[in-house]
Structure formats: C-alpha cells, structure tokens
C-alpha cells in the first residue's frame, strides 16, 4: 500500500499539468487582487455580509458562475484573510483543483498503465485510496501555495499586508480544506466510475459553476410543496458548505461542516473503489 502511495505521489509531482495550474491560479490572484484596489480606491468597492453570501446561494433564482464576495469588517483594509474567504467561498480554488484531480486520476487510467499496475495488486481498492491520499497531499500543498501567493499579491498590489485574525483564519482554512477535499474525492469518484475525462470534467467545473443549485433549488419547491419550511437541500451538500461556512465558524459551524465533508469523502471512496475492483480494467 506504501508502494502504491509513493508511486502515486511521484506521478501526481511529475506532472506538467500541475504546475502549469499553479502558475495560473497564482497569476489570477494578482490580478484580481489588483482589480480589487482599483475597485476600493474608485469608491465602487461594496462588502458583503455572511447574510448576503449565504442568501445569494438559497434564493430562488440564484446566481451562476464564480462570484467572489468580500466580507465586511475590514476596518478600511483588505486582509488576506478576507481575500482568501472570498475566493474560497466563491470556488475560485475549487475550480483549479478539481480540474487537475480529473487530469490526474484518468491519465493511468487512459494511458492503459492501469492495467498493469492493476495486474499485480491483490486488492485494486488500494488503488483509490492511493489516489485519495495523493489528492490530499495535493489539496493542501495548493491552499498553503495559495496563502503564500496571496500575502505576496497584497504586498505587490495593495502596497501593505494586513493578515487579520490569525487563529480565525486557521480554522476557517482547515474547514475549506476538509471541504475542498471532499470535492475531490467526489470528483475521483465520478471519473472512475464514468470512466470518461470529458464528462468528468464537464461535471467537476459544473460542480464548481453552482450550476447543481438549478437541481437543488427544484428540489426545495417539491418538499416545500410537502409542508416542510425553509428546508434547502444546497446547506447538506459539499459545494454548499464550501460557500456558506462563515468567516469565523463556531464549533457547531465546523463541526456540521467536517461531517458533511467527511460524509461524502467516505461514500465517495467506498463507491469508487467498489466500482474499480469489479470493473474489467
């Protein structure tokens, strides 16, 4: 199992496509760092509140799309630790992640090397779980990478690093990143049992899109028909938490959302590596 992990970690490490994500992620964040100064120094510059946030996503005709939303309380400043909320909230990171897991988990699988690892394991379950591991390795190398550039961006374009409230920011990064990996697991999951990279990802940046919350929101009007009042489906689902989860969780807060993450990171596991142990590889 050792073997399997290491194996994965040297492919995930010597593949282009990750750096090459990295680099444009990073690049984007500068920019709209940039964009929010010149947003701030023009007057135009509106903070959001957590209500506001989390209403936009249990509407009944939400928005699409990434919609970066930068809380207020800021004291006249732009902290990193807000910036990194508003991406995080929107999906910014999710989008760049979920992208590589599909690139990262069918390309053995197209290349046909799969076969041949596949051949000489015993239980080709640990296969998954290898891989599960590697994207955890990855999900969190990405969000220190993103911390990091993000601090270098405020420096560069604001002129002053103003970081916030650090204990805050750790729990509320720790949460993002329980969530952001159960994404990725959801998405490894789809792509093994789909078996397709196109459709894969087309789904991961749907996921990411809040393209669900049509589904979601359909949903709400069928069981509110049913008698049962301010119920939405969006609050138990993984991309849902990733967006309402406050900006200073309470213990209640991140304990709900470390069991909805938690939750579909197992389901989703256990589904895909009962689907690749009994498919013919």
Not at 102 to 126: E, L, P, T, W
């Amino acid at each position: 199992m050792l073997n399997i992990i290491k194996m994965d970690l040297y492919r995930m490490f010597r593949t282009k496509s990750l750096y090459v994500i990295w680099i444009i992620a990073a690049v984007l964040m500068i920019g709209t760092t940039y964009l929010l100064k010149a947003e701030n120094t023009a007057d135009e510059f509106e903070a959001a509140s957590q209500q506001e946030i989390e209403e936009s996503y249990t509407e009944d005709m939400p928005a699409l799309g990434i919609q970066v939303m930068i809380p207020a309380g800021s004291d006249g400043k732009i902290t990193v630790k807000d910036i990194f909320y508003g991406n995080a909230q929107s999906k910014f990171y999710a989008l760049f992640l979920v992208i590589f897991t599909v690139i990262f988990v069918m390309a053995d699988i197209n290349s046909g090397y799969i076969k041949n690892i596949g051949g000489q394991i015993q239980n080709r379950g640990y296969l998954v779980i290898a891989k599960a591991i590697s994207l955890l390795v990855y999900t969190v190398l990405t969000m220190a990478a993103m911390v990091l550039v993000q601090i270098l961006a405020c420096r560069l374009t604001l002129g002053y690093m103003e970081f916030g409230d650090i204990k805050g920011f750790l729990v509320y990064t720790g949460i993002q990143i329980l969530l952001h990996y159960a994404l990725l697991v959801i998405c490894m999951a789809v792509a093994i049992i789909l078996k397709s990279s196109v459709a894969s990802m087309v789904i991961a940046i749907c996921l990411c899109m809040d393209m669900m919350v049509i589904i979601y929101s359909a949903i709400d009007k069928v069981v509110s028909r049913m008698g049962v009042k301010d119920f939405h489906l969006i609050k138990y689902t993984v991309t849902g938490q990733i967006a309402m989860v406050s900006q200073n969780p309470d213990r209640k807060e991140c304990l709900f959302a470390a069991i909805i993450a938690a939750g579909f990171a197992v389901v989703c596991m256990a589904a895909g590596s009962v689907v690749f142990k009994k498919r013919d590889i």
